[in-house]
């Protein structure tokens, strides 16, 4: 990291909402540019932990959530599961406690679905959106609706296996590779750090073992095509060259529903955000945000 960004450590955030307490990093505290960050899938906060200060440097304040059950946040009750749409209700409460201070949704891959999906039922809340490699959810046939709840109640009745136990922060980087979407050990290590806990002898995850499950319902294609339509607030898409959406023929078909979009393809993988060229990542975003009348860059 340069000396420019040297000068933004990350500050820890809680929030208290309605009903459990959210987690977070905030970088460049002050700055006129207010963005909200949402994570992927198993990952935390700190998978913006170097984009965030970057961005801070060129004028931006970025608030980072852990989503819940991740991270620090906290974990639903018990007998509850996690739906990805419930998401959008923690997304509203947030804004509710930062009294929508923050116009722009960042999101990466699963955190860029939820943005996306928020901003067709909610885009009044928001000014503009910046998605990661992530251009909608995972859908299903219909025909296919029996066996998707199917699977899911099967998981749902299983008794869940007792979390892994790992020899140390290393070791767990090193699985955490392996994962889903892919990473280097550089950046698994920040991404650890934030979600292990020491556990008799060793390590194992925070992060709460009921986000494995496989979801009770998926939206077919009918209905992700309807909510991007919906989406009518001018969003930057950023994709990796070697990510899910690698050239502009994969992307092609959901980006015209997106009324309002504009996409540019950096240097990465899916992680753009931890493994890819971050310069051109932090360019790509603040040459947008000048170019839509923010004071910064």
């Known amino acids: 990291m340069s000396d420019q960004t040297d000068r933004f450590q990350a500050q820890p955030v809680t929030l208290r ?3 459990s307490h959210a987690a977070g990093l905030r970088w460049g505290a002050g700055n006129p540019v207010k963005v909200l960050a949402l994570h992927g899938w198993l990952d935390n906060a700190a998978a913006f932990a170097q984009l965030g200060p970057r961005l801070a440097a060129q004028g931006a304040e970025v608030l980072a959530l852990d989503l819940p059950g991740h991270g620090l946040s906290d974990h639903k009750p018990a007998g509850e599961i996690y739906h990805m749409l419930d998401n959008l209700l923690w997304i ?8 929508e201070d923050y116009p722009i949704l960042m999101g990466h891959s699963l955190g860029g679905v939820l943005s996306l999906l928020y901003a067709s ?7 503009h959106l910046v998605i990661l490699d992530a251009l909608g959810p995972f859908t299903s046939k219909d025909a296919d609706m029996s066996a998707v709840l199917t699977k899911g109640l099967h998981k749902a009745r299983q008794q869940s296996a007792p979390k892994r136990l790992y020899a140390s922060l290393d070791e767990a980087a090193e699985d955490r590779t392996k994962g889903f979407g892919g990473l280097s050990r550089e950046s698994a290590l920040h991404l650890v750090a934030r979600n292990m806990e020491p556990h008799e002898g060793g390590w194992r995850w925070r992060s709460d073992a009921r986000l494995r499950w496989p979801s009770l319902s998926r939206m077919n294609e009918a209905q992700v095509e309807a909510c991007l ?3 009518n607030i001018p969003s930057l ?4 060259d070697q990510g899910f959406f690698p050239d502009e023929a994969s992307r092609a078909g959901r980006m015209a529903h997106l009324s309002q979009a ?3 393809t950096v240097p990465g993988p899916h992680h753009l955000h931890m493994d890819g060229d971050l310069s051109a990542l932090t360019q790509a975003i603040t040459h947008y ?3 839509e009348g923010y004071p910064c860059c």
């Open 17 to 19: 909402l309605r009903h």
């Open 229 to 231: 339509r919906a989406v």
């Open 121 to 127: 039922a909610a885009s009044e809340r928001l000014r």
């Open 262 to 264: 504009t996409q540019v």
């Open 237 to 240: 898409l950023v994709f990796g």
């Open 289 to 291: 945000f000048k170019n």
């Open 92 to 99: 509203d409460q947030v804004l509710d406690v930062l009294a």
